[in-house]
């Protein structure tokens, strides 16, 4: 099946610093990837739809300043998180569906935990 | 109101019974449905597609009521390995996915 890469799993970062975090799908090609935010006991939410060659999309409240998010290749979208607060500490998770599948479902990366201190 | 609602639980159980619970969606356009699985702090992995007729992947059976929005997922003879948290995800349009909070099931001894 479809096999989507996210690193790193895990982060710990200071306050005010960046981090980047990779999604990368192994054995197909994904010409949109979407990233997600999960805090504790809550469902994921999107955050954007990354799209190769061109803008991501946000959703409404998420600031495109603070998340960028850059798809440039077929294979790999990474969104980096800019002056990292403690509010922004949380799981992030990358997704895609393969397109050769039909109505199989979205496979996710697995996750990255970003703690900022 | 939430684009997809599930109960929480947590749904407790012992080995071997049957739980079931539902999920609710808003849209009445949404085109697909999947029940996901997600253990704690790890991503979620597709458990099953739900299909119009209603579909069974071994212990696992899932029904989709449009009439009434909303799916379901029961699972039979439970197992130790089946506690996790179960999540209802409903795709709206081409790609915009809604999940649910989930619903947790514990399986006990």
């Known amino acids: 099946g479809a096999v989507v890469s996210q690193h790193p799993s895990r982060v710990i970062c200071k306050s005010g610093t960046s981090v980047k975090i990779e999604c990368r799908s192994l054995d197909f090609q994904a010409t949109t990837m979407f990233w997600y935010r999960q805090f504790p006991k809550q469902s994921l939410m999107l955050m954007a739809t990354s799209n190769e060659g061109s803008k991501a999309t946000y959703e409404q409240g998420v600031e495109k300043d603070k998340f960028l998010i850059n798809h440039a290749s077929l294979t790999l979208s990474t969104l980096t998180v800019t002056s990292a607060h403690p509010e922004d500490s949380s799981f992030y998770i990358c997704?895609?569906?393969?397109?050769?599948?039909?109505?199989?479902?979205?496979?996710f990366g697995s996750g990255t935990r970003l703690t900022v201190v | 109101r939430k684009e997809v609602e599930q109960d929480p639980g947590p749904f407790n159980v012992p080995e071997g019974a049957t739980v079931a619970f539902n999920c609710t969606y808003s849209?009445?356009?949404?085109?697909?449905f999947f029940w996901y699985r997600q253990d704690c702090r790890k991503e979620p992995k597709l458990l099953m597609s739900?299909?119009?007729s209603g579909n069974e992947d071994g212990r696992f059976t899932a029904q989709l009521n449009r009439a009434s929005q909303y799916i379901s997922l029961l699972i039979r003879d439970s197992k130790l390995s089946d506690s996790a948290t179960y999540l209802c995800v409903v795709n709206e349009d081409d790609y915009k996915l809604s999940f649910g909070a989930g619903t947790t099931v514990t399986v006990r001894a």
């Open positions: 849209n009445s356009a949404s085109q697909s």
């Open positions: 739900v299909y119009s």
């Open positions: 997704s895609a569906r393969d397109p050769r599948v039909l109505n199989y479902g979205y496979t």
